[in-house]
């Protein structure tokens, strides 16, 4: 339903408890769908009927001599009655409470999809490639640490401003990591459809509620940017199809657009960041479909960025196709075999980029032995459908 | 709501040359803090502790108790001292935690059980 997001994070702030929350929402929403006929603002109703309802259980709880200092805090047990009200708009206050520092990096996200959209356990699970039980654990340890560790549930001050909305970012970049990483393979269709359309409504969401941020507006187009070429992602037998072969009028072109023009309103605000500079360059490559060339030594110089904002061996490993393309393979090759091999020759991209550069530079040998190397690591069956169509026109051993 | 504020430090931190110095230092650090909260009219307390090599720990297994020469757990950082503050809620803590001088370690945050009828 789409008003949850709205009326989860009043009811949240409402009655200081997320599960309360959650569960008084679930309750009104079940009420409203049987009534003859939908109340005239959906939103509005289903605000005042929930926390009535809260409210009510935590009576019956205090009478029952239970639950006396919660019963304390509520002080405003003759506003309830009014109805319709207006919805006080605590979605960004929900957001940074399911995205705190002190909660672990790796739960934010997962709170922030169960809490605000509303998406089942299971379906997280999915995504972080964990157990259901394991899952469940986690979300309930951090509402529990949330309702008992003094998270406030207030805005946090404006100093800790970019740590917090860094927390926020790191959360949701992660949410998309998970939708996009294994290009429609190993999670069911529907989840993974159902994810990106989330972490896109929550991105965007981020953007609008925070719109002087040019960091979130950035990330609102990277999401934008990979949702745009959802449809051109798998050729008819279900194989991957590489960014670079794409069928361009398969893309999207209503969200390229307006991933743009968030990049441009950011980058109005002269401060740049990792997510704006992952947008630029995701944005250049959709440029092919445009007047058919990428223009690989933008490309480059936005990794150079990107590398000294956020260096790491994958964003290094990026670069150095970049370079191969400006300079010729051998250049990206001798790019490649600079970096630490360690951790990265465990890591799929390692070896497809090598194969990809080897193939190129005629050392099919070799490429055919990268690619059996990516292979071994077991990619999900869209990517492996693809290396296995590579590793056939090699044509070596 | 009332928040401990637990410092566990590496003491080696202090030994050898220069040593004293970091100690006088990390020392007049907690003054400042003091006079901060102080001057903020936040409730508050803190001890010092001594070194761990001082501790005595008396474990309990199903009545059995027994004492052991040492701390709790033998770790490179022990509790070297607390501070109990009242602030308004985690954020505010996490913000004093950050201010308290630690040359080697770390600081952990934990609210402290309200008293009351539910105590």
Avoid at chain 2, 41 to 48: C, N
Wanted: net charge negative; charged share 25%; glycine share 8%.
């Amino acid at each position: 339903m789409a008003a949850r997001p709205r009326v989860v994070a009043a009811l949240a702030a409402a009655l200081r408890d997320l599960d309360a929350a959650e569960d008084a929402f679930s309750e009104s929403e079940a009420r409203c769908l049987a009534l003859p006929e939908p109340p005239r603002d959906v939103p509005a109703w289903l605000f005042v009927a929930a926390r009535r309802r809260a409210l009510d259980g935590i009576r019956k709880a205090a009478a029952a001599g239970r639950h006396a200092e919660a019963f304390a805090q509520v002080t405003d047990m003759a506003d309830i009655i009014a109805l319709p009200e207006p919805i006080p708009d605590e979605r960004l206050r929900l957001l940074f409470i399911c995205c705190h520092p002190a909660l672990a990096a790796e739960v934010r996200a997962a709170l922030a999809l169960k809490v605000i959209c509303g998406l089942p356990t299971d379906r997280i699970a999915q995504l972080f490639l964990v157990s259901e039980p394991a899952m469940l654990q986690r979300i309930t340890r951090a509402k529990a640490k949330v309702r008992e560790a003094g998270i406030a549930f207030g805005l946090p001050a404006r100093g800790a401003w970019p740590e917090r909305l860094g927390a926020v970012l790191l959360a949701l970049e992660l949410a998309f990591t998970a939708a996009y990483a294994d290009a429609a393979g190993e999670l069911a269709a529907d989840v993974g459809e159902d994810l990106g359309a989330e972490v896109e409504r929550l991105a965007l969401l981020v953007a609008e509620l925070l719109h002087d941020e040019p960091e979130a507006a950035g990330l609102a187009a990277l999401v934008l940017l990979a949702r745009a070429r959802a449809g051109a992602r798998l050729d008819a037998e279900g194989a991957m199809v590489p960014l670079s072969q794409q069928d361009t009028a398969r893309w999207d072109f209503a969200r390229i657009a307006r991933a743009r023009a968030l990049m441009e309103a950011a980058a109005r605000a002269g401060r740049s960041g990792p997510c704006q500079v992952m947008a630029a360059i995701q944005l250049a490559h959709t440029r092919r479909a445009f007047d058919g060339v990428v223009d690989w030594s933008a490309v480059l110089r936005l990794f150079d960025v990107l590398l000294a904002l956020r260096p790491s061996a994958m964003v290094a490993l990026g670069r150095a196709l970049a370079l191969a393309q400006v300079e010729g393979p051998q250049e990206g090759l001798a790019a490649i075999e600079a970096l630490p091999a360690g951790r990265l020759a465990l890591t799929r991209p390692y070896h497809v980029a090598r194969a990809d550069l080897l193939a190129k530079a005629g050392r099919t040998a070799e490429a055919a032995a990268a690619l059996d190397a990516a292979l071994a690591l077991g990619p999900p069956r869209a990517e492996r459908l693809w290396l296995e169509q590579r590793r056939h026109m090699t044509g070596a051993g | 709501m009332q928040f401990m504020l637990m410092i566990n430090e590496d003491e080696s931190a202090y030994a050898g040359p220069g040593g004293a110095a970091l100690m006088e230092a990390t020392l007049a650090g907690h003054m400042k803090l003091a006079e901060d909260l102080v001057a903020a009219g936040i409730p508050f307390s803190g001890e010092r502790l001594k070194p761990a090599a001082t501790a005595t720990t008396v474990r309990s297994d199903n009545g059995t108790v027994t004492l052991h020469d040492g701390p709790f757990a033998e770790t490179h950082e022990e509790l070297g001292g607390f501070y109990i503050i009242d602030v308004p809620g985690l954020d505010e803590a996490l913000e004093w935690a950050r201010r308290i001088p630690v040359p080697r370690g770390g600081v952990e945050v934990r609210p402290v059980w309200p008293m009351g009828p539910q105590g």
